[in-house]
């Protein structure tokens, strides 16, 4: 049986969603390189903005990793439970990118 969790922003997902895209941000942002930080910034962005542009490559780094998807038009969005676990846990502290855990009570 898969378990649903509450997050932060008051959506549920299965949990197992959650620790997955939670360990793809970490790696993204942990990774030392500017395509991957940038990624990540991007897909905060467009977790905001669905009309967002993506930068560069960015949009087939997150496609890449299962967190977009192309329309019929070949527009790349975001999956809803991914934006609903980008908004729960990225916060910026100035204009550093922090990551915490998404899921409520945690």
């Not at 299965?14 to 990774?31: E, G, P, R, Y």
């Not at 967002?52 to 490559?57: E, I, K, V, Y």
């Not at 990118?97 to 009570?105: A, R, W």
């Amino acid at each position: 049986m898969t378990e649903l969790c509450l997050l932060k922003n008051g959506s549920t997902v299965f949990l197992t969603v959650a620790k997955v895209v939670l360990s793809i941000m970490k790696n993204l942002h942990k990774t030392d390189t500017n395509t991957s930080l940038r990624a990540l910034q991007e897909l905060v962005y467009i977790s905001y903005d669905s009309r967002h542009r993506l930068w560069g490559n960015t949009g087939f780094i997150l496609l890449e990793l299962g967190l977009l998807y192309k329309d019929g038009e070949q527009f790349l969005h975001v999956h809803d439970s991914v934006r609903d676990i980008v908004r729960s846990s990225i916060r910026y502290n100035d204009a550093e990118l922090v990551i915490s855990d998404p899921v409520e009570g945690l």
